[in-house]
């Protein structure tokens, strides 16, 4: 009997080309979180009469805006590309869909924290503030997780195989940053909804990360690699240690409120980073890429075929139109 052969491609080549991105694509995931999060924080600071929580949101989900377009231009390497994926709007396109959310967003948000600045007594413009900041809040949700479904719909296997969890781990590290800024932002006797949402948001990123490490399989070996495992593990164990103080600390001691704002952001950081890192390693190794297709194969071929099936592979009209933005 000759025995399987062992893959090797082309004298070990890559199979797939690795991204072009840099950290500093991590860097603009992580800050577009922290907006959206502190966006969704400060608007509940706002109707619950929280107006140091709802400045501090207002203010530094603001700044932290400004700063992730910076990286995000920096990656695109021209402003104007920005400005290009605005002139049309595909529903089925994650890119475009991120590019408007991200628009609308930014605008409701910078109008929000305008306002701020504007005296007590001038009441509509106050009003209107209230009501961009309510509408930045809803939309925050889109924009923490519209950069894991974009990822998630290019070839790169650690990305794609995760594309069930990543939205949900986006979306908890986004309120866990968001809750760390508040907590560091706010007296402790205006943080409860920055402490509740650090439990809530860093339970459903470690939940859901743990999830996607049981279902990943073959490319799980992606994030045992040196530079993804050093961000992961610093992960979890700043988003626990920032979680648990929040929860029983943050209460008591501003200190304590600051450290665990702190070990959340540093923890929602190193979240970004070790996904970013884990899929450009997924692309380095040719074992990530043919692996999980022929483990595919093998269930296509052990399930039993229903009428029909087998004319051909279907394929959604966008799996190959956002596929190589990974690359731009």
Do not use: C
Not at 70 to 86: E, K, Q, S
Not at 307 to 313: A, F, K, R
């Amino acid at each position: 009997m000759v025995p399987r052969a062992d893959f090797t491609s082309y004298y070990g080549r890559p199979v797939l080309k690795p991204p072009v991105w840099k950290e500093d694509i991590a860097y603009y995931f992580f800050l577009g979180g922290l907006s959206a999060g502190s966006a969704l924080l400060a608007a509940g600071g706002d109707l619950t009469g929280r107006p140091a929580l709802r400045r501090g949101g207002r203010l530094g989900g603001l700044a932290a805006l400004i700063g992730g377009t910076y990286y995000l231009i920096v990656d695109l390497g021209r402003p104007d590309r920005f400005h290009h994926m605005l002139r049309v709007a595909k529903p089925t396109s994650p890119m475009s869909m991120g590019t408007w959310a991200l628009s609308v967003f930014g605008g409701a948000l910078g109008a929000a924290a305008a306002t701020e600045f504007v005296p007590e007594r001038w009441r509509v413009v106050r009003g209107l503030g209230s009501a961009a900041g309510v509408a930045a809040a809803a939309v925050a949700p889109a924009v923490a997780s519209y950069t894991a479904v974009l990822i998630s719909h290019t070839a790169v296997p650690f990305w794609n195989t995760a594309k069930d969890e990543l939205p949900f781990v986006f979306v908890g590290s986004a309120a866990a940053s968001g809750a760390g800024l508040g907590l560091i932002v706010a007296p402790r006797d205006q943080a409860g909804p920055a402490r509740r949402l650090a439990v809530l948001g860093a339970g459903l990123e470690l939940a859901a990360s743990q999830r996607m490490e049981g279902r990943l399989g073959l490319v799980r070996g992606a994030i045992e690699e040196p530079t993804p495992k050093k961000f992961f593990t610093a992960a979890r164990a700043l988003t626990i240690g920032g979680a648990v103080g929040a929860a029983l600390f943050a209460r008591r001691s501003r200190t304590a409120a600051v450290l665990s704002g702190a070990a959340l952001l540093a923890g929602s950081l190193a979240q970004r980073l070790g996904v970013f890192h884990a899929g450009v390693v997924s692309t380095e190794d040719p074992k990530y890429v043919v692996g999980p297709q022929r483990q595919q194969l093998a269930e296509r071929e052990r399930r039993p075929v229903s009428p029909g099936e087998g004319l051909g592979p279907k394929t959604s009209p966008d799996a190959h139109g956002d596929a190589g933005l990974g690359g731009h």
